[in-house]
């Protein structure tokens, strides 16, 4: 199988290592050197291209597989949208018109399309609510991909964590607001992609990916506290952060949206999740940090 990562960043580099370990051919698109490197470095090709320009998109090979992955550098709304719906628009177009189109097509979307369910489960028919102009334009991208010529899978992450990504200090120290996290190492999210590309599953449909326990925020940091062995955070209940107005508007958006994702649709498909909840998933971070002190 022959795969292009389009905007091959934190879970793209890992994806392609899994494609490349288990004999598959991978190409990996980044818009800068640094990237090209990085995806050298971890063991298979790259190609420098613009998602958002066709032109540069032409020297990218002809694929069997199109993963969609691409950031738009945590800026707002208007950046996404040119990269996530008129990107992808871009891609497609350039890809389907090819004399070898690609078979499929996999959209990396967020589970920050549901907008807020007051803790109560979603998953994959559940109606969206986005909350935000910037998950409205995820939404829009989702359309994008399910309408597209190439069949296309929406896959929605649950919060990424893994190398780099742990954010031990945001929880050992606090403040906590209450509500729920809903979390997917690394390797799983890419390993649910990588598993979709090999048994040709879940075309022209939705997917949650995300771990098998949406976490209690208070439980999750009184348990890293615990395991690092030092004191229990501070904690606030979601009146009480409010309260103290020191919040971004994105800040105070996540205090406000609370749902619970479930992965129950990923279970019966048969993937295996290498780090099934939080407590797998920390298990090394934990080890290192206890070390350190």
Same mark, same amino acid.
């Given at each position: ?71 738009? @550098? ?26 070898? *189109? *690609? ?14 369910? @007051? ?10 609510? *986005? ?17 597209? *010529? ?11 964590? @893994? ?131």
């Amino acid at each position: 199988m022959e795969t292009a990562i389009l905007g091959c960043g934190y879970v793209g580099l890992e994806l392609g290592r899994q494609l490349t370990a288990r004999g598959h051919d991978v190409v990996g698109v980044r818009r800068s050197e640094e990237g090209i490197d990085e995806i050298e470095g971890a063991g298979f090709d790259g190609v420098r291209a613009d998602v958002t320009d066709p032109d540069s998109l032409s020297p990218v090979p002809d694929a069997d597989a199109l993963v969609f992955a691409a950031s738009s @550098g945590g800026r707002g709304a208007d950046a996404a949208r040119e990269v996530f719906v008129e990107g992808l628009e871009t891609v497609i177009e350039q890809f389907a018109g090819r004399e070898r *189109p *690609p078979d499929r097509l996999v959209y990396t979307s967020s589970t920050g399309v549901y907008g807020d369910h @007051g803790g109560d489960w979603v998953d994959e028919e559940t109606p969206l609510e *986005p909350t935000t102009e910037k998950t409205r334009v995820l939404a829009e991208a989702e359309r994008v991909a399910l309408e597209s *010529p190439i069949p296309g899978t929406v896959a929605r992450f649950a919060g990424l964590y @893994g190398p780099g990504r742990y954010r031990l200090d945001r929880y050992l120290e606090g403040p906590v607001t209450e509500g729920y996290l809903n979390m997917v190492h690394r390797e799983d999210a890419a390993g649910a992609v990588r598993y979709l590309l090999e048994e040709g599953l879940a075309r022209e449909e939705v997917l949650l990916v995300v771990d098998d326990e949406p976490a209690d925020k208070w439980t999750f940091a009184d348990w890293l506290a615990e395991q690092c062995g030092v004191g229990e955070p501070t904690k606030r209940t979601k009146e009480e952060r409010l309260a103290e107005g020191d919040l971004s508007e994105p800040a105070r958006r996540r205090i406000l949206t609370s749902k619970r994702c479930s992965n129950r649709k990923l279970e019966e498909l048969g993937y295996e999740l290498s780090y099934p909840t939080y407590r797998e998933g920390y298990r090394d971070v934990v080890a290192a940090y206890t070390a350190d002190r």
